[in-house]
């Protein structure tokens, strides 16, 4: 699993953070270090880099910090880069771009043409998530005035809000959304297609700071603050 967290004798969230690689089951755990903040790790579709947020944009390394980080996108200042991914054919990058009136984008890192803005920049959607068949994508924003859940079309179709909160994650089999909501972490169970609805909707177990979930949707990976 990946992270982010400072530079301490234990990773926390903080500034000037690094990236961190722990090896299931039982470890070691591998820090990153680099100059500078760095956050928001994602892998690969085959495993074998991860890419990451900093000040300036994204860059991309292996696993265990074997090379240098490459540059994959510059995001124009005043921007913070953030939560990023990729999509299953292993090409097409999926980028938050947190400036004024943009939300997310998706580029083919080293292609001929320039990233593509996918949602509306009104709406200010962020945390953008792709599913794992490559046809979905998931946001969080508050353009409504309070904080949901949007699902669109990754060919840039309608947006639409299937939930309240923050944070989405899909499960590993595509038809499922986790994210932070009401009561705690939720579950959202979706009928995907022309018309997006939720089928049914959870809460599993009581807010994290942060969650991933393991292959087979039946085990998760939660970070505490301060512990």
Sequence with gaps: IAFHGSRGSRPTSGSDDDIWVYQLPSGPLTRLPEPGDQADPSWTPDGRFLS???????????????????????????????????????????????????????????????????????????AATVSPDGQWIASHGNWTGTNGIFVQASDGGGVRQIARGVSPTWSRSGRELFFRGPGGINAARLELGQDIRVESSSVLFPFVASFDVLPGDSTFVVAELGV
């Design 52 to 126: 990451f947020a900093h000040d300036s944009g994204y860059s991309i390394r292996a696993w265990d910090g074997s090379d240098r980080p490459r540059l994959l996108l510059t995001v124009p200042a005043p921007a913070q880069a953030r939560r990023s991914g990729w999509f299953p054919d292993g090409r097409r990058f999926l980028f938050d771009d947190y400036r004024e009136g943009a939300s997310y984008g998706v580029v083919v890192p080293g292609g001929a043409d320039g990233p593509v803005m996918l949602a509306p920049g009104h709406m200010q959607l962020w």
